[in-house]
């Protein structure tokens, strides 16, 4: 079945740590998404890519870093500049003309 | 203020009564309206999906868009327990970016 494919599930992280997030999709769909969530704020945008070897910053782009060197692979760098890192992790993808996303089951980051 | 704005809850109801829940919003530019429901813990699914104003009914589910007072709506009829989950209002104007609404929980109480 197609689908995204978040991992891992749960992550923890210590201080002055980079840890990496990988999303993968097998929908053919061209733009992929980060987005975090936190309680009470909804979503977030992070990055997003429209194309390979592309992407864009979005409403809270710092202290995280991205590459989109294949289509099918969005993988999110948490760096240690991100001072307040825990949240839920959401990746996300939709093709061309299609205004709905696919999400992935997410991942959860804790700092400890 | 927030682009788009979503009363948080949360919202508890009897099994069987209507659920509704709104959204409104600051772009007139949105044109592309969207509900997703977040069971805990995982990704949120596309529940309805409308462009413009006007109504979409799908099952026990009805979404309406109100273009000229930025305000958006979802239905739940004869709501189940399995209906318990966070439900997110999104929108997009003509490129691929959604904004989200914060989400409102919901319990449906058997």
């Known amino acids: 079945d197609g689908g995204i494919t978040q991992s891992p599930k749960y992550l923890f992280r210590k201080e002055g740590q980079n840890v990496t997030l990988s999303c993968e999709q097998n929908l053919n769909h061209d733009a992929m998404y980060w987005y975090r969530q936190d309680p009470g704020q909804g979503l977030r945008l992070i990055y997003y890519?429209?194309?390979?070897?592309?992407?864009q910053k979005g409403d809270i782009a710092e202290g995280y870093s991205v590459s989109r060197e294949k289509k099918e692979s969005f993988p999110l760098t948490v760096t240690s500049a991100q001072k307040n890192p825990t949240a839920f992790y959401l990746c996300?993808?939709?093709?061309?003309?299609?205004?709905?996303?696919?999400f992935g089951s997410g991942t959860r980051l804790t700092v400890v | 203020q927030k682009e788009v704005e979503q009363d948080p809850g949360p919202l508890s109801v009897p099994e069987g009564a209507i659920v509704s829940l709104n959204c409104t919003y600051s772009?007139?530019?949105?044109?592309?309206f969207m509900w997703y429901r977040q069971y805990s813990r995982k990704g949120p699914e596309l529940l309805m999906y409308?462009?413009?104003?006007g109504n979409k009914e799908d099952g026990r589910f009805t979404a309406q868009v109100d273009k000229s007072s930025k305000y958006i709506s979802l239905f739940i009829r004869d709501s189940q327990p399995s209906d318990s989950a966070t439900y997110l209002c999104?929108?997009?104007?003509?490129?691929?970016?959604?904004?989200f609404g914060a989400g409102t929980t919901v319990t449906v109480r058997a």
């Open positions: 996300a993808s939709n093709s061309r003309g299609v205004y709905g996303y696919t």
């Open positions: 409308t462009y413009s104003s």
């Open positions: 999104a929108m997009s104007a003509n490129d691929y970016k959604l904004s």
């Open positions: 772009n007139s530019a949105f044109q592309y």
């Open positions: 890519s429209q194309i390979v070897n592309d992407f």
